[in-house]
């Protein structure tokens, strides 16, 4: 039973994040082809990035409360709906509403996934890992279909067949002999619980979303081919399919905090270096950082209680933050300060983060160790398991 729900949360996790990657790539352009300014096209990004953080927020919430499978499913078909719904953009307006839409859909989906793998006891850092292989495969059936149309095809059939996958996912632990919990805390509770996580997490992604939105630009500025450019990108994706895969049997603080320092490192790199192989370099220590404080910071807060899906959902909101604030911030310091200057910032960001989170983390670790959660003896035999 493990292993099926391990094979189809994966295989769900990767299809997902195929078709969300897919489309990411060509929604700039479209938007520009329909007439939108980069002002416009950055509310684009925001509609899409705020609706996914409220969705997360209240889906996360509510699937502690009436089961996590139900909000994977519905928020499949619904993803379906509105990835066809893209067709339909001929303005930009209703770009920019489609798009909310599709990030609604995928809140709803992503942070009651995340959790119900979890609780079905998958193995976090090889599910983990698929969602960076979709982001190779979304790029992958970009670059190979190239027209809008067949893009926005290919990502509501990939949520189709996600969907129909889900209908084979087992009810999770909530759903087995157990009343779903009715009184769940909330996300506010849950985020005092553990906010020194979710801090340095917005720290570090925020500096990395500014450092996104300009790094094609610096790269072509130190005479890299556009081909070059989208092979950096591919290796950092690579190496976290590769890495992510290896730490779930690691302490989630260790890997955390290193994964934390290290992010300060490849920063100043990027701002630092201007040779080739130097950069590859980088790439590498970039997937292998983002892996380290990806997966630990999910264990971290996925194992602090029993509110799951509200940690999720957190998370999920967290990261979203980052993607709709940090282009705003990148372009406004690289507009002062050059690209140099956005890449200092994200490793002051990181430094902050780091902080900010690693004593707290070590505390809190110590804290469950010594005292446990309500469900610690149940976790801490998952936790050999996996």
């Known amino acids: 039973m493990q292993k099926k729900i391990l094979f189809l949360t994966s295989i769900l996790n990767f299809l997902l994040n195929t078709a969300i990657q897919g489309s990411v790539i060509f929604i700039p352009l479209l ?9 416009q096209v950055g509310l684009i990004g925001a509609a899409y990035g705020g609706a996914y953080l409220v969705a997360s927020l209240a889906s996360g919430q509510q699937s502690d409360r009436r089961g996590k499978l139900i909000f994977v499913r519905w928020g499949l078909f619904f993803s379906t709906l509105m990835f066809l719904a893209q067709l339909l953009a001929q303005h930009y307006l209703v770009l920019l509403l489609v798009r909310a839409g599709v990030g609604l859909a995928l809140g709803v989906t992503t942070a009651a996934l995340v959790a119900y793998a979890f609780e079905a006891g998958a193995d976090m850092g090889k599910f983990s890992s698929y969602g960076s292989l979709g982001w190779i495969g979304g790029a992958a059936t970009a670059a190979v279909l ?42 506010l509770k849950v985020l005092r619980r553990e906010y020194k996580v979710y801090l340095a997490i917005f720290l570090r992604q925020l500096g990395a979303a500014a450092v996104w939105i300009i790094l094609p630009l610096y790269f072509n500025s130190l005479g890299l081919s ?37 992010s300060i490192f490849v920063f100043l790199t990027y701002g630092l270096v201007t040779r080739l192989e130097l950069l590859i370099l980088a790439q590498i220590l ?40 940090g282009p705003f911030l990148g372009g406004l310091v690289a507009q002062f300060w050059g690209y140099r200057g956005v890449m200092f910032l994200a490793a002051t960001l990181s430094a902050a983060g780091m902080l900010v989170a690693v004593p707290q983390a070590v505390k809190g670790e110590k804290e469950r160790e010594r005292v446990g959660d309500r469900n610690e003896g149940k976790l801490t035999d998952l936790a050999r398991r996996l």
């Open 226 to 262: 556009p081909t070059w450019t989208g092979i950096l990108w591919g290796i950092n994706f690579t190496v976290q399919f590769l890495v992510m895969r290896h730490l779930n049997h690691y302490d989630p603080v260790k890997i955390f905090a290193f994964g934390q320092i290290l």
């Open 286 to 325: 970039l997937g292998i950082a983002w892996s380290g404080l990806y997966v630990g910071a999910l264990l971290l807060v996925l194992s602090s209680g029993q509110e799951r899906g509200t940690a999720s959902g957190l998370f999920t909101a967290t990261l979203n933050l980052c993607g709709t604030l």
């Open 146 to 187: 190239k027209r809008f149309e067949l893009i926005f095809l290919s990502g509501a059939f990939f949520c189709a067949l996600s969907w129909l996958l889900s209908l084979y996912l087992p009810p999770g632990e909530q759903q087995i002999g157990k009343k779903v919990e009715k009184d769940s805390s909330g996300w």
């Open 31 to 39: 938007g520009q082809k329909l007439g939108a300014t980069d002002f």
